[in-house]
């Protein structure tokens, strides 16, 4: 479970992004945060994750206040993958023993090889393992990048646009693959997410965010042509096919 | 939470311990390279002696006339040349990484000629100066090496300070940081240049002598003082491996992996400035090694840290030694100075690196 509770962030400068943030989420859900550029998504994964450091409120995770965690207890309960790709010249497999890096004392574990081990099967990897990341195309560096994540076995995994540099069967794919695993190992996901119907396929709870203040938070009724038409100024038409719902936009 | 994880199937970590074992046998390929090296330097010289001579006395069965050129001549000189370059090239090496900048290095960011600024402040202005006047340019040694190391940090730390206040305002690129380098390296010489116009003659042949480089001129003193340093420094950022490695995905990525980027950029470039300026206060200027030795470690081990570190110090070993090479024959028995050596040969060689793997710089 996870409890987010008048989370409030402004920049050195002065300039307030997140306003009295307040939501919650539980364990395996995957939430889809929404809203337009500048609303302050990417801002609000940072302060889950001591990369910005919000002024006040609270993050809880099972009754622990990730604010108040070190880095290295924090990178225990919560792993982030950043926007675009990474340029590290380091093997896939060395890629996932670094999200074992909160768990390294001085050498690598057979424990931290065994998940590292898992994980790769998992994301189907295996055949990949001993080439250098840069090598890769933008959708199996995305998977590593997010294997490396679930290697760091969190309570939380906190993505920021996971699909932006993926063709149509990656993003598919991808987050099918995600949701799959955070499912399996009960890992509650944050998505900040673009593409609407993406985030109505795979997310079950979804949050808007306009102007620093959650506008409307709940399962996928609140993705409706109203909020849409507030958050983003745009027309949209929401309709079922094949039972799934899909937003159409009507500029 | 102790889970059992399967190895039978274990197709990626079979060929992952083959991996590394590969990895560990380049570094003791370059180890290897580096004992001949310097086995094969203990025997050039204007003496002739050979390497069953020079061995038999390092095991103490010597003559006299022997052990005076191995142990004070020439042992002195290989062993400065040995942790100098893996000074330089250790301190080149962890700054690429913190300031993410592949041309980063003590010599490119201006940093080393802040510490020659700050030692020839020391021998002119302090009084840090020249033992053994009596036969200067034989064995100019300086008298007080605390003071001298102490200004020459402070003249570094400077330049860092200004680069990391640099590298902390957004939109700075990798050029923009080296040319504010170049600029900041010619106002230091330019200083120094001055503090030289007002000094007496003792005191420019020293500061002189020094701004070409020098290996042959510490003693043993002052070699164990960067051989300490450096080893300290080797271990800590071996300590930080790991970190290295992580902040190579940026600086977000390596805090969600727990590392604190603030302390570990701070206290790498404290520990970058003071080997730096340690090599300087003792040796002179030496461009080139710590910038080029990461590099050509990088085209064997990528951005793995826990090779790179290790192979780097190795790498600028042996290039110094090479340089020393270099300089000792090309007008033998003339020694020519090592700091115009590095520049000759590494210059070209930066350049042929530059262009040829630009993607990977």
């Known amino acids: ?251 | 939470m102790e889970h059992k994880h399967p190895r039978s199937d274990a197709a990626a970590p079979v060929s992952y311990d083959l991996f590394l074992r590969r990895k560990w046998t380049a570094l003791a390929a370059l180890l290897a390279v580096l004992i001949a090296l310097v086995l094969f330097s203990l025997t050039t010289g204007s003496s002739g002696i050979t390497l069953r001579q020079v061995l038999e006395t390092v095991l103490g069965r010597g003559t006299a006339q022997t052990e005076a050129i191995v142990f004070r001549v020439r042992l002195p000189r290989v062993a400065t040349a040995v942790v100098v370059g893996a000074a330089l090239a250790l301190s080149g090496c962890a700054m690429q990484n913190v300031l993410h900048n592949p041309l980063a290095s003590a010599s490119t960011l201006g940093v080393s000629q802040g510490a020659a600024f700050g030692a020839a402040l020391a021998i002119i202005a302090l009084d840090a100066g020249v033992q053994n006047v009596a036969n200067a340019g034989t064995a100019i040694t300086i008298s007080s090496p605390g003071t001298v190391t102490v200004c020459a940090f402070a003249g570094g730390l400077a330049t860092t300070v200004f680069v990391l206040a640099l590298s902390r305002l957004r939109g700075v690129s990798p050029a923009t940081m080296i040319l504010a380098g170049v600029a900041l390296s010619s106002m230091f010489t330019g200083a120094t240049t001055l503090l030289q116009y007002f000094a007496d003659d003792v005191q420019v042949a020293t500061v002189v002598y020094w701004t070409f480089g020098d290996l042959g001129r510490p003693g043993w003193r002052e070699i164990a003082m960067i051989g300490l340093t450096s080893l300290a420094a080797l271990l800590f950022f071996l300590w930080n491996r790991w970190n290295y490695n992580a902040l190579e995905s940026g600086a977000a990525t390596a805090k969600s992996l727990g590392v604190n980027v603030e302390l570990l950029t701070y206290a790498s470039m404290a520990a970058c400035t003071l080997i730096a300026a340690m090599s300087v206060a003792f040796v002179g200027v030496i461009s080139f090694v710590g910038l080029v030795a990461p590099h050509m470690i990088r085209r064997f081990t990528g951005n793995d840290y826990r090779f790179l570190i290790p192979g780097s110090a190795l790498g600028g070993s042996i290039l110094l030694l090479l340089g020393d090479l270099v300089s000792k024959s090309i007008l033998s028995p003339i020694v020519l100075p090592i700091g115009a050596i590095t520049s000759f040969l590494g210059a070209p060689l930066f350049l042929w690196m530059l262009f040829k793997g630009r993607e990977r710089l």
Request: glycine fraction near 8%; proline fraction near 3%.
């Open chain 1, 1 to 251: 479970m996870m409890t987010v509770e008048h989370l409030n962030f402004s920049y050195p400068c002065g300039r307030q992004i997140l306003k009295d943030i307040s939501f919650s989420a539980e364990s395996g859900a995957f939430l889809a945060i929404l809203g337009n550029n500048g609303a302050g998504k990417s801002t609000l994964l940072k302060c889950f994750d001591h990369i910005l450091r919000p002024q006040s409120g609270s993050v809880l995770v099972d009754g622990t206040d990730l604010l108040t965690l070190s880095l290295s207890e924090l990178a225990k309960q919560v792993a982030f993958v950043a926007q675009g790709a990474s340029g590290a010249r380091l093997t896939v497999y060395d890629m996932l023993l670094l999200g074992r890096k909160p768990y390294i004392k001085w050498g690598i574990s057979q424990r931290d090889r065994g998940i590292a081990d898992d994980t790769l099967r998992q994301m189907g990897l295996d055949h990949l393992a001993m080439r250098y990341l840069d090598q890769l195309s933008g959708g199996e560096q995305q998977k590593v990048l997010l294997a490396r994540a679930l290697v760091q076995e969190p309570k939380v995994l906190l993505l920021d646009e996971p699909t932006s540099n993926l063709d149509l069967r990656n993003q598919y794919e991808v987050l099918g693959l995600v949701r799959h695993v955070c499912r399996e190992r009960g890992i509650t996901a944050v998505v900040v997410i673009h593409d609407l119907n993406l985030a109505l396929r795979f997310c079950d709870r979804f949050l808007f965010l306009h102007g620093g203040t959650v506008f409307a938070a709940g399962d996928a009724a609140v993705v409706n042509p109203e909020n849409i038409r507030t958050v983003y100024g745009m027309d949209a038409a929401v309709e079922h096919i094949d039972g799934k719902q899909v937003v159409i936009p009507l500029p």
